[in-house]
């Protein structure tokens, strides 16, 4: 059950990287490092990265308090996850 509500959450996390990353991508300090001669792949580790991973990092936050509640609500409705039963064995009978 938490597998499959993870699942629904991850095109908002990948449409929210990509956004801010075009977002990013065109700022000055991104424009500056591509003209000293950084390579593409040292911009995207040293500009991008840091600065499209908080966003995704408080959103990924407040998605996994919306999927406890969400996973709650259906184990209150009987669709999540049965309750733990305690095993009784003949020796713990007293007898």
Same mark, same amino acid.
């Given at each position: 059950? /938490?597998? /499959?509500? $993870?699942?629904?959450? %991850?095109?908002?996390? @990948? ?6 990353? %075009?977002?990013? /991508?065109?700022?000055?300090f991104v424009m /500056? *490092? ?8 040292? !911009?995207?580790?040293?500009?991008? @990265?840091?600065? !499209? ?10 998605? %996994? $308090?919306?999927? %406890? !509640?969400?996973? *709650? $609500?259906? $184990? ?7 309750? *733990? ?11």
């Amino acid at each position: 059950m /938490a597998l /499959a509500l $993870s699942l629904l959450t %991850i095109p908002s996390m @990948v449409r929210l990287a990509r956004a801010n990353t %075009i977002a990013f /991508a065109q700022r000055e300090f991104v424009m /500056a *490092a591509r003209l000293m001669g950084a390579s593409r792949f040292r !911009v995207m580790l040293r500009e991008l @990265v840091p600065n !499209v991973i908080l966003p995704v990092f408080s959103m990924a936050v407040v998605m %996994i $308090s919306a999927l %406890i !509640v969400a996973e *709650a $609500s259906l $184990s209150f409705l009987g669709s999540g996850h049965p309750a *733990a039963r305690p095993h009784v064995g003949q020796h713990d009978l007293g007898g």
